[in-house]
């Protein structure tokens, strides 16, 4: 058949709403965007355990500690599955994870700012959380079968993240003025990061005609972005909190909230590796791999170990 014949054949099963599989015949370009976007959201995910692993020892209660470790574990698997699904494409772990160690991967630009107090447990589950979901439900949808199976279930784990996050919020707003100005200066420091996190907007998004096109996006990174400031504008109210931004105003006309213009330069200087963190997650993400090498060396050991008795048994 010829290339023509096979894109013909791709673009229809795309078109016709047929999930693409690890052994379809798919154009180079679809793969490697996938490999892009899945390592890179498995990366967000497993250094997006660092900020909240920082309050694991100061949570302050039991439950609260209980809940937090959980949740940190919740996004190891996420990174799991992730790394999972885009084996399914021809790259290997060990090449993904190089890349991530080497500075070379981008992950999200949310994991490069510090979580400074207990509040920000808080507003990373609400509004961190709640950014990632938006985005992802669209993924379950998204043409490439491993993909989109592996989202349905961090779906259900991050909408459990998300209320986790605002209950904490919401406790502490009824709280005394200190632990309402906590939660009001989490809210300060993460609102902004949170609206990056959907990427740049859509006249500068590189890769989201084609990403429409074959239907890895459903929805573009500008029209996201208005759905989470819609839903969080009214989740505000319910906190008694201000969401930190002047032009935030209702616009009848258009059905939506207006609001004011994103610092694309603090954006682009994060995503270049410049932001508040990102030397410190690499280099822990960097001492954690190496720190582990043991396990990986025993778990190798034990499996031919197995292997060997196994044969000598037969
Ligand atoms: N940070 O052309 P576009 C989570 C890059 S998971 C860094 O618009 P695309 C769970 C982009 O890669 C959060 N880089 O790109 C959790 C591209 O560069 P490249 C992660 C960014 O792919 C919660 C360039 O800019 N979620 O939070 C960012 O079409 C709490 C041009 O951009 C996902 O990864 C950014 N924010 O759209 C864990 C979801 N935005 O690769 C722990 C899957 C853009 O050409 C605690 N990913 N760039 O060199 C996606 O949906 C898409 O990849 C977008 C970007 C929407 C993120």
């Known amino acids: 058949m010829s290339i023509q014949d096979l ?30 976007q899945i390592s890179q ?17 100061r949570a302050p209660s039991l439950k609260r500690k209980a809940i937090l470790i959980a949740k940190v574990q919740d996004e190891g ?14 790259s290997s772990r060990d090449e993904m994870i190089a890349d991530l160690h ?29 950014a990632a ?9 998204t043409s490439y079968g491993p993909y989109a199976r592996a989202m349905v279930r961090i779906c259900k784990e991050e909408s459990f993240h998300q209320r986790q996050g605002f209950e904490a919020l919401l406790v502490l707003s009824k709280g005394t003025d200190a632990q309402k100005a906590m939660c009001q200066d989490a809210i300060n420091r993460w609102w902004w990061p949170s609206l990056m996190m959907f990427g740049p907007k859509d006249s500068e998004s590189t890769n989201s005609d084609q990403s429409m096109k074959w239907k890895i996006k459903r929805k573009t990174n500008d029209e996201l972005r208005q759905q989470f400031v819609d839903m969080i504008a009214e989740q505000i109210k319910v906190l008694g909190m201000k969401l930190p931004d002047d032009k935030l105003q209702w616009n009848e006309e258009r059905k939506h909230y ?15 590796g410049n932001g508040p963190c990102n030397k410190q997650r690499l280099a822990a993400r960097n001492k954690a791999h190496d720190e582990g090498a043991w396990v990986r060396e025993a778990a190798i050991a034990y499996a031919e ?3 060997h008795k196994k044969q000598a048994a037969a």
């Not at 250094?47 to 692993?53: F, H």
């Not at 698997?77 to 885009?86: K, M, V």
């Not at 992802?136 to 949808?141: A, I, K, S, T």
Request: aromatic share 12%; glycine share 8%.
């Open 7 to 36: 894109e013909k054949i791709f673009q229809e099963k795309i078109d016709n709403e047929i999930k693409i599989e690890p052994k379809d015949w798919m154009p180079e370009a679809y793969r490697k965007t996938n490999i892009r």
């Open 41 to 57: 959201h498995a990366h967000s995910e497993v250094v997006g355990m660092l900020p909240e692993g920082n309050w694991i020892s």
């Open 77 to 90: 698997g996420h990174g799991l599955y992730l790394y999972s699904a885009a084996e399914t494409l021809g």
């Open 102 to 130: 080497s500075g070379k991967a981008k992950y999200s630009s949310i994991f490069n700012y510090p979580s400074l107090t207990w509040a920000d447990m808080g507003a990373i589950g609400w509004l961190v959380d709640g």
């Open 133 to 141: 979901i938006l985005n992802q439900v669209m993924l379950c949808r």
């Open 258 to 272: 207006d609001f004011g213009e994103i610092n694309w330069d603090e954006f682009w200087n994060v995503v270049k």
């Open 305 to 307: 170990k197995s292997k």
